[in-house]
């Protein structure tokens, strides 16, 4: 009887692990993905406001909404197929911020600036409290960590993303950092290979443009 449950639970783990690798979602997918999410928790300083988050997809448009406080309110729209990589912000008007080179520590640019409060946002109020697993773009985890994939590759690494010639992959930006690849090399998102990267056509270099980089005043 022992023999039997052990086999039942040795199976059901299988299946659990199994079907765990296929639900995981590669770069092309998380790329041509649609959805919207978002995601809510009590913030500071007494808990009796919610501080908001919401993502929207269409293809490569990603349009983040934030809200705190009630009435602190940002908005930001990046469609990572577009060059020049720039940050579309602001609720009512528009101000347009084009990237012109690493946001270090040093980088006092509005552009780098706003960078910083994306990566904020989405770290503390979307990955932190977003239920499901990361893995899984059908969860609101999955879909907060595609969002915020393809936003690292675009506005921190500077690389213009295509749904038409293998996104990123190919330049060499996998979805799983390399030390978790070497742990779990069949966790269904390999590392990109040497051949592929070979292969692969070297995305033209944007350069830094000294011009001003807004076009109105932002309205938040």
């Given at each position: 009887m022992s023999l039997f449950k052990s086999k039942a639970i040795l199976t059901l783990l299988f299946l659990f692990f199994t079907s765990s690798a296929f639900s995981a979602f590669d770069e092309m997918q998380c790329l041509?993905?649609?959805?919207?999410t978002s995601v809510s928790h009590k913030g500071k300083p007494f808990?009796?406001?919610q501080n908001v988050i919401k993502i929207g997809k269409e293809n490569c448009v990603i349009t983040i909404e934030h809200e705190k406080l009630k009435f602190m309110k940002k908005k930001f729209v990046i469609d990572v197929?577009?060059?020049p990589v720039h940050i579309k912000a602001g609720v009512g008007a528009v101000e347009v911020l084009k990237r012109e080179g690493e946001c270090d520590k040093k980088?006092?640019?509005e552009f780098c600036k706003e960078l910083r409060f994306i990566e904020d946002i989405i770290q503390d109020d979307g990955l932190i409290f977003a239920k499901g697993e990361k893995e899984d773009i059908e969860t609101d985890h999955g879909r907060i960590y595609c969002s915020y994939l393809l936003l690292k590759a675009?506005?921190?690494s500077g690389r213009v993303l295509s749904r038409h010639n293998g996104g990123f992959r190919m330049q060499g930006i996998p979805l799983i950092a390399p030390s978790e690849l070497k742990k779990n090399p069949s966790d269904g998102m390999a590392e990109s290979t040497k051949a592929d990267e070979e292969a692969a056509p070297v995305a033209p270099a944007i350069e830094a443009t000294p011009q001003?980089?807004?076009n109105q005043g932002a309205d938040f």
């Open positions: 041509n993905s649609s959805f919207s808990g009796l406001t197929c577009r060059a980088a006092k640019g675009y506005l921190e001003s980089t807004s």
